[in-house]
């Protein structure tokens, strides 16, 4: 058994000026696309499921990304009968 943690961004279409609020830049709908292409790129390159980890802080700006990603991988799931 083997794991491989990656780092990255929240996976999802946003953006935050220096001193500012995340502010997500496209719709649900529009991210799922993007959304299922990077899993599904994941899953290929290391095999296996995808986990994600949230080390996001508790800041009302960051929640929005927190929940954000709650509901994509929620849809995701549905979507693949996972749920």
Same mark, same amino acid.
């Given at each position: 058994v083997s794991l491989v943690q990656l780092r990255g961004s929240v996976?999802? +279409?946003?953006?935050?000026s220096p001193q500012g609020p995340t502010q997500l830049t496209r719709?649900?709908?529009v991210s799922a696309l993007a959304f299922e292409r990077h899993q599904?790129?994941?899953r290929e390159a290391y095999g296996g499921d995808? +986990?994600?980890?949230?080390l996001l802080s508790s800041a009302p700006s960051e929640q929005r990304l927190t929940h954000a990603l709650q509901r994509q991988l929620h849809a995701a799931a549905?979507?693949?009968?996972?749920?």
């Open positions: 996976p999802l +279409f946003w953006e935050q719709e649900p709908a599904q790129k994941l995808v +986990f994600y980890v949230d549905a979507g693949a009968g996972c749920v």
